[in-house]
């Protein structure tokens, strides 16, 4: 069998002798997941929010290619206005912008749905982000007003083409109700086509996209879990951008290869190993401070490779404003034996632990099974696929969950949906506070309330003190985002970074013979 005729089958199944010939407007995108979880824009979490970053706006925007909240612009809004008290933002729509799928105009209505969507715990997993608003208002079709119970730092990063800031279709989501996720209607360049399990997900360009028609006619976003398909595929011309595999070895022989261009870059996914203290024995501090103990964080880096990792001093990634870096728990194996001891198990102990199976997760978690190992704590690993990774580990399926995300860059966003007890997994306001932390809770919510920024710091500061004496989890590092593309494919923009860690796909995006 030659290669070409190979890749195609692992991509495509069955159907590779049907599928239609590919344009030269078609784009070929690789993602290591077997499928995708959620296309609810409030609910997406992951590779789903990867993909969404090419469906939705928000009222603003990361220009194409910046993290840099300092950098956004106007998105859906062409302007806006700020009350002396900050409590109080008017935004003025831009005219004529269309939904997919014949949804029809942007209005106001819209974005008052949306957002209130956003806010709602009962529909949204980002409902603790938007929980500062108290009112808002459709003034007339074209103009927006947002009343703040408190003046929000960053307050223009909620609004931006981010999680819970994309802005969706009232029409739609009325009549859609709890098929929303299967049919995402937005605003951008690309819209949803169809969605074949464990296979694809078809975008097709929005012909009425308010910035211009785009150059990609459609885009395939193709499940590909193993790494070496992936490579394969993309040798064999079946793919022209790939998720890559976040290992030094990997990285370095791709810098080596003309067919292909390296892109790593942030914000990164901030790596941390939560402890379940509702499992037993992690309800006991002394476990929790010997599995501290017993991770070697330099050795993960080491691992990992110098040019995609960081390592992490506190449970706020590195470079959030507020991250403190004045606590510390320093590799000491006999130290975690020695707890282990105090607190009962001289024998040691066996955790059951969910762990996904994709190359950014599994082969770390099998260094952190070894080093645990070695104090006496025996990690019962339970290697799933990604999506039921996510399932599990917000059913407290887990022991310890090894999690790794990029918000938004101030200390508030990771203490609020990681260690605030209203963000606990299995609650109604759940989000991702996996090990069922509370002791910040007083600290993290006198921040949010806080107008002036140095006690705001200090109180960020207190809520990082509490959490890591508590050890609700180990910081272990940043893992930067690995992207490969050909040399064929022109995303259009200078490319630095991305808040929704992937390459956006704008209408400048093109492919060149």
């Not at 759940?430 to 109180?459: M, Q, W």
């Amino acid at each position: 069998m030659k290669i070409k005729s190979f890749v195609s089958a692992m991509l495509l199944g069955a159907g590779a002798l049907t599928a239609p010939a590919l344009t030269a407007a078609t784009l070929q995108v690789g993602i290591g997941t077997s499928d995708i979880s959620n296309l609810d824009v409030h609910r997406a979490t992951g590779f789903d929010s990867m993909l969404l970053n090419h469906v939705f706006n928000g009222l603003v925007r990361f220009p194409p290619g910046i993290a840099d909240p300092s950098k956004l612009e106007p998105d859906l809004a062409e302007k806006w206005e700020e009350s002396n008290d900050h409590l109080v933002w008017t935004f003025h729509l831009r005219k004529g912008v269309q939904f997919h799928h014949g949804y029809g105009e942007l209005h106001a209505d819209d974005v008052v749905y949306s957002l209130t969507r956003a806010a709602d715990v009962k529909r949204s997993s980002q409902a603790a982000t938007f929980e500062p608003i108290e009112k808002l208002e459709a003034v007339d079709p074209y103009t927006v007003r947002i009343t703040l119970k408190r003046p929000v730092p960053g307050f223009l990063g909620m609004v931006a083409n981010y999680r819970g800031g994309n802005i969706t279709s009232k029409k739609a989501g009325e009549e859609l109700n709890d098929n929303f996720g299967t049919r995402p209607i937005g605003t951008g360049p690309f819209q949803v086509e169809e969605h074949v399990p464990q296979q694809h997900v078809k975008l097709k360009a929005h012909a009425d996209y308010f910035r211009g028609q785009p150059k990609i006619d459609e885009v395939f976003w193709r499940f590909v879990v193993s790494d070496s398909s992936r490579d394969l595929a993309f040798k064999a011309g079946q793919l022209d951008l790939i998720y890559g595999r976040r290992e030094q070895r990997w990285v370095e022989g791709v810098r080596e290869r003309k067919d292909m261009v390296l892109d790593i870059f942030g914000p990164g996914e901030f790596r941390t190993l939560h402890l379940n203290r509702t499992v037993k024995p992690l309800d006991d501090p002394r476990v929790r401070q010997a599995v501290a103990h017993a991770v070697n964080v330099d050795e993960i880096v080491q691992f990992v490779g110098k040019d995609i990792a960081e390592k992490g001093c506190s449970v706020v990634p590195p470079g959030y404003l507020g991250e403190d870096c004045s606590f510390d728990y320093n590799y000491d194996l006999e130290k975690a034996k020695q707890l282990l001891a105090e607190a009962g198990h001289p024998n040691g102990i066996t955790l059951p632990v969910v762990v996904s199976n994709i190359s950014s997760q599994l082969p770390i978690m099998e260094v952190i099974q070894n080093q645990l190992g070695k104090a006496g704590i025996t990690l019962d690993m339970k290697v799933v696929d990604h999506p039921t990774y996510h399932e599990q580990i917000r059913k407290n399926a887990s022991a310890m969950v090894f999690y790794g995300a990029a918000r938004y860059p101030v200390a508030d966003t990771y203490l609020t949906e990681f260690y605030d007890s209203a963000a606990t997994v299995g609650t109604p306001t759940a989000i991702t506070n996996f090990s069922h932390c509370s002791v910040g809770d007083e600290a993290i919510r006198a921040a949010r309330v806080e107008a002036d920024p140095d006690k705001r710091l200090e109180y960020w500061k207190q809520a990082q003190t509490l959490i890591n004496q508590d050890v609700c989890g180990v910081p272990l590092f940043e893992l930067r985002q690995v992207w490969a593309r050909s040399t064929k494919l022109d995303y259009g923009y200078e490319f630095h970074g991305d808040i929704n860690i992937a390459p956006p796909l704008t209408e400048r995006t093109a492919l060149t013979k």
